[in-house]
């Protein structure tokens, strides 16, 4: 739903009126026509196959945004296919969850985080073979595609935000179906009833995002 959310939010947020595109796999969560924005346009497309010629060299910006788990492969085919949408001059922007920095926080040092520490855990390993230092080469990968690397930032949650964020880590937990993920079903059997009660306390998981911009060379129209 993120990929419907962002143009949306940009095109009303920028003083400017700009064109925005929006691209996803599936149209479920695209709004009806009539209540978007009229400078904003959504589009049915998969990232991992290169885009219709008459998108290609047009953009000013690509923003990326929450894929979750990638292969280093997989990264390299989607800066591969967003960079071709670009101008010359032109940026990519990825924002991605950094699950390897998450950590527990207590609004009181007598807080058990217990169960908190439990879903970090299982954030960072959610199925066998899951890899979450892959966002840490983002930067790396933006470089050997041939981008300049001109920001690679780190983002805390803010304070304020963390009860909301225990609301949408809970609901995630419950929109994972029974059978998907051993470690998603021993977790809530073990610990849901204690995250719940932490969140209720005063504890948080504090999440960190990564932020990474590269720019397209001038010259190159590739």
Sequence with gaps: MAAEIWPIDIAESLSTRVEVDGFDLSDHFFPPASWLPTNVHLHLHDIYHPFPEH????????????????STDQAKRILENATALLKPGGYVQWVEHDKTA???????????????????????????????RWVLELASTMAAA?????????????????????ELHLLSLMDVPQGLSEAVDLFRERYWE?????????????????????????????
Aim: with cysteine.
């Design 102 to 132: 998450i950590e527990p926080t207590t609004a009181s040092d007598a807080r058990s985080a217990i169960a908190a520490q439990a879903f970090i855990e299982l954030e960072q390993h959610p199925f066998p073979g899951y890899r979450a």
């Design 146 to 166: 041939g981008l300049e690397v001109v920001a690679d930032d780190r983002v805390r949650t803010p304070r304020y935000l963390l009860p909301q964020m225990n």
């Design 55 to 70: 998108f290609r060299g047009v953009f000013n910006v690509v923003h990326l945004r929450l894929f979750l788990t990638l």
């Design 194 to 222: 204690g995250l719940v009660e932490e969140y209720a306390q005063g504890v948080a998981t504090v999440d960190v995002f990564i932020c990474v911009v590269g720019r397209k060379l001038m010259g190159d129209a590739a």
